[in-house]
């Protein structure tokens, strides 16, 4: 598998532009917990990223928020997030509360994210709203374009990220939620990546029902957000819709398995954090198998590793890392952020 190294830097012009760079270095016990790195207690040692999650399968919406932004505030530790990501459960389920909830935890000029059929992490795969924390030495560039035309959206987030896409750096990598169901979602990617190029992967999900959340409040529908994570680590993508009898029974089910096994390859030890945006489809299709897919997940990374994700309503991602990327459906697209 291949991997692409990934260097952020914050600089943007669009319709929004928001940049934040900053360095943390994080105190590491005498085993380190992001990459089992043995030192001595109190002695620092650096990672570029730093990420924690939190999880609330609650249905009062604000207790949700704030429950899942806690548990996302602890898990990172000391150290200062730059890009809070919150994915909240769309039906029967009160969006703005859930943000003010997340929101009287965090700073809301970090918070953005959409809304799910249901949210992801490593705590469940049923939940009302997930939450994710990340920082350390990463620099992050969000930018949002509202213009209808999808392939003409896509360029202007592509123009926005820009110039922080051609700083000297040995990769980065684009987070995309948005208003852009299957089969339009591909129009967006394709837009972002004729402009900075189809080397920088694209991942991320179509929200459901359309809805987006910029700086803590509900943007409304059509709205789409392009953010680009810089720092030196790795990436590892995959994207499918089937899976392997020998990961699972159900090939659905087993995707998600695979996609992890792709993404995360030999590096497990140094992995920081896995994105898993998920089909809305793909959930009900696997009845009472859903919990299983959290389950095969783990049998890769474990219970513990930080993952963060959402079922929507379109998928991005590259197949596999060094292939471009692309808007699909019915598939789950895996990326694990590597420390070095």
Known sequence: MKLSKIVFTGCVACLLAVAVVMTAVQPAESNCGSCGAAGKAGAKHAHAITAGTGYSALEDAQKAGVEAATKAKKNIGKCKPKLVLVFGMAKKFDQAKALEGVTSVFDASLVYGCAGYNTITEEGNAGTVSVLAIGGDIAVTPVMCGKKDLSECGKMIGEGLKKASEVKASGKVVVLIGDCHVPSNNKVVKGISGVIGEKIPVVGGAAMGGTTYCKGKIAGKGKNIGILITGDFLVGCSTLNKGPADVHANPIVAAAGQAFKDAVGENLKHTALVFAFDCGGRRGKMGKDRPEELKVMQ???????????????????????????????????????INK
């Not at 513990?304 to 697209?333: D, R, T």
Request: overall charge positive; glycine content about 20%.
């Open 299 to 337: 049998a890769v990374v474990g219970t513990k590793m930080p993952l963060i994700g959402f079922y929507g309503s379109g998928e991005m991602g590259p197949k596999a890392c060094g292939q471009p990327s692309a808007g699909v459906g019915y598939h789950i697209s895996a990326c694990a952020l």
